[in-house]
């Protein structure tokens, strides 16, 4: 087998070479990995790792650039540089300014020809750009595009001539949130939860030569329960004397997973389906291995073409295939939660916006699209949510490479509507607009393994027709899970039933036809002195002012994710998010990516037990959120032994639980309390000994800070506030302190500002098979 080769077989010119003085432009923030970016080091990799050839050409690096009002023609002069594919506001881009919606970014440089291409077809290929393009060839329109997100290809050999230099210009217009196109969170005044916008060419442009006949693409389905995977090969040009030939090949150690994009791939065939065109290939798998996050298992593809009367090898694709199945089943206990290969699995990530401080939209380099999928990995998650934003196919491809289970946004756009609010109206244009992109998206992204979920609709934004889509796309899909909408306004449709909870956690309730998920939680924020993109009003849902505060409120609430996982029968989590993105600092890492704000190794460690199978809890103390319980409670500052079992509290006031304001979001209120202060105290029965118990913890409610003692030893100790009853776990004195018959279980919580609220139980779980 020939070894896989980046064959720069043009050679590349432009007015502006690399051998020119170039940097890039002074942004406000930076990673480490934009020292390595240079006009002959822009994404030099090769872009389509599903589908390689041996023979292409990289187009990036420096262009010529100009902006221009939209009304106007092709510019006569240029105005600078740019480096391809860095969007024009991104400061590796070496510009670094903003386009208008009355304006229209211009692209120019030039290429040679090298002989070995004659008689073949010359592709040209853009990985996004965004949004409306419009290309050239030495002054002939090879086509147009609207899109910001999907790869698109031009077959321009007709626009050649027999000059050695060739000319290739781009014209780009971006109205951003000025028109009803996915956009995602790009806004033209940046602010809060919405970022700087990207215009233009944001991935790789480049060359290939093919054959009259050539292979145009292959759709990879596999299916488990059969032991088998279909593949359908379209090829252009084609007549009723093509045949096509489609091995799949397992690598030679088995413990290792074949690769499809970087070398051409070293195994052993295990099976070979030849035929003519016009129907799927199907290929057995025998003895399959599956692909999971903890074994991403990758079988490489090779698709061959034929003429059928003479020549043996038109052309030749290379790609590789990930065996998986992902579905919706009933547990053990007959709860509707998500299956990876037939077993239930607890999908749990953060939330990933796919931003860089210095590359918006692109990263700066493969290795740094790499990182953010390895740092996740190391941190203990197997899932990330992609949020309405498609990435250059590299990124998928590393999620596969190294397992990351991923649920895939469709960019959002046009106009929103509040939570329960319902839908929105589009226009015709605007509904086509959205149709055909997330059409593409599909198309586009089909053949991953990694991605296990289609997200149609966020929070409300953009979110029109919420039923027809979402069966459309499970139709055009069947493959993969689909969410209607993540969060906000819900519709009975789709495979899951999406909350969202800031800070949380919390969870709906699954039905018979659909699990239940978390599509975002938590937003603590803490912003880190020479690592933010202001010096000053960044921004976070709950933030703090050092890492080990951080890391408290998160294991806080990441405890009691386990509790909902038994009941109601949670089956994923989001956490938002993956970094810091521009004055958002709700980041586990900082915009830059230099520092982890919390330890991996324990994120790993306590991530590690929500994949375990749910424990069985059992009720020890009953809260009030279902039925009232009695507490005696007092308003006014009582002597310093209020705590202890033996306190004479018989002045004390006796009401129900909870105590607070009925607008406190998530309460239920059954005693008032407005004041400062509370002082609340509960004599409870248990039956065991200390010892007995598996692991006793609270179940509490608390806006905000609180203190909780059992039996006068000090329990527990939180402050801020959270949305909904959470695990917390108690102290090892509390707990050698319960004992059979009376127990004194006594809490003072203090609030300063907003909305209150008290209530608690205490539950103990145990472990399944234990």
Known sequence: MKRFICCLVLILASHATAAEPWKPAEGPLATHWAKDVSPDKALPEYPRPQMVRERWANLNGLWQCAIRPKSDGRPKEFDGRILVPYPVESSLSGVMKRVEADQRLWYRRTFTLDEAWTGKRLLLHFGAVDWESTVWVNGKEVGRHQGGYDPFTFDVTDALTPELEQELVVAVWDPTDAGPQPRGKQVNKPGGIFYTPTTGIWQTVWLEPVPKAYIKSIKIVPDVDQQLVKVDVEVAGATNQHEAAVTLVAPRHRNEAAVGSDEIIDGEPTAVTHHKLGQPFVVPVRDQRLWSPEDPYLYGLRVHLFDGVGDPNLDEVIGYVGMRKVSLARDEQGVTRIFLNG??????????????????????????????IEITKQMGFNTCRKHVKVEPARWYYWCDKLGLLVWQDMPSGDASVAPGQGEIIRTDESAAIYERELKAMLDALHNSPAIVMWVVFNEGWGQFDTPRITEWTKAYDPTRLVNCASGWNDFPTGDVIDMHSYPGPGSPQPDSKRAAVLGEYGGLGLPLEGHTWLGKNNWGYRSFTDREGLASAYFEIASALRPLVADPGLSAAVYTQTTDVETEVNGLLTYDRAVVKIDPKKLAEAHGKLYLPPPIYSVLVATSEKDPQEWKFTLESPDERWMAPDFDDSAWQRGPGGFGTKETPGTVV???????????????????????????????HHDEDAEIFINGELAAKVTGYTTRYVATPISAAARAALRPGRNVIAVHCKQTGGGQYIDLGLVDSKEQGQ
Not at 675 to 688: F, M, Q, S, Y
């Open 670 to 700: 059954r005693t008032e309390w407005s004041t400062p202060d509370i002082w609340i105290r509960r004599v409870v029965e248990l039956t065991k000994l200390a010892g007995e118990f598996n692991d006793p913890h609270l179940t509490m």
């Open 343 to 372: 077993k239930p699995q607890f999908m749990f990530g953060p939330l990933d916006q796919g931003f860089w401080p210095d590359g918006l939209y692109t990263a700066p380099t493969d290795e740094a699209l790499r990182y953010d």
